[in-house]
């Protein structure tokens, strides 16, 4: 898949998700929010919380892997919790912070 950035970035919508069967894995993805600032992400997390249950109902399955194949891409594996999806898989540690709220 090729995608034509420009002309996802003319639609009137925040995000794109693309998903089908994957040959070596339950399903595959691509996330496109250009409207965010991101042309393509990585690996969304986010996105995963509503192709889980998709394909978990599609395959009959309630643990699932996942690949999202962007340029850098990355394997996710997805967990059927009753209403919630656990989401796991390897990372990389970008940021270390601390947020203080209050008054």
């Known amino acids: 898949m090729q995608p034509d950035f420009p002309a996802i970035a003319a639609l009137d919508t925040f995000a794109i998700i693309a998903s089908a ?4 894995v339950d399903f595959v993805s691509r996330f496109f929010a250009p409207r965010a600032g991101i042309p393509e992400d990585p690996v969304t997390g986010s996105a ?28 996710l594996r997805c967990e059927m919790a009753g209403e919630r999806v656990l989401i796991s898989g390897a990372t990389v540690e970008y940021l270390r912070g601390e947020i203080s709220v209050g008054a």
């Open 21 to 24: 069967p994957g040959e070596k």
């Open 48 to 75: 995963h919380c509503t192709l889980a249950p998709y394909w978990s109902a599609r395959l009959r399955k309630t643990s699932l892997i996942a690949s999202q194949l962007s340029a850098r891409g990355g394997e």
